[in-house]
């Protein structure tokens, strides 16, 4: 069965295709990544099974993921190269264009977010000397003199 084709599965004709969330957040996507990635196709004597839940191929969760992911601005091309690569895990920019991050952000980010693509920007600590202790070169780790163990002793 190809990927747009209508399902045959009993489940699948219950309870009807997953629905696409109207306004798509960083969460769906992250979701639709894993979707893809850990229901994909396993080659079985009978015909191609979802390797997650033997489900026949392409399971709901799988197309549903691909519907997501294509929402969101990703090619066919694209999804296939986020199989193979096999994180379910990997990080797809929000919002997304084909030639990169898009300079139009979503409600909520902020103006540091927009200057640092949506990463998280960690800064160094400073680095706190205790009275007594004289600072060392850089990475070599300071220890405080010993005047009582931490702990009492078992004996």
């Known amino acids: 069965m190809r990927v747009g084709e ?14 696409v969330p109207a306004p ?23 015909g191609p099974l979802c390797r ?15 519907r997501v992911l294509e929402t ?4 066919e091309r694209q999804i296939e190269a986020l199989i193979r690569h096999g994180n379910p895990f990997v990080h797809v920019p929000f919002p997304f264009t084909a030639t990169g991050p898009s300079s139009a952000r979503p409600a909520g ?6 200057r640092t693509n949506g990463l998280t920007v ?20 300071v220890t405080p003199p ?7 002793r078992a004996s």
Do not use: F, K, M
């Open 122 to 141: 960690r800064h160094p600590a400073a680095r706190v000397v205790p009275p007594g202790v004289r600072p060392t070169a850089p990475g070599r780790p």
């Open 109 to 114: 980010y902020s103006a540091q977010a927009a």
């Open 6 to 19: 209508q399902s045959t599965d009993p489940i699948d004709q219950v309870l009807g295709e997953v629905p």
């Open 24 to 46: 798509l957040t960083p969460e769906d996507v992250r979701l639709a990544v894993r979707a893809v990635v850990v229901h994909t196709a396993e080659e079985w004597p009978t």
């Open 72 to 75: 969101h601005g990703l090619n």
């Open 52 to 66: 997650n839940d033997g489900a026949s191929y392409p399971c709901r969760l799988h197309r549903w993921g691909r």
């Open 146 to 152: 010993v005047t009582a163990p931490r702990w009492p």
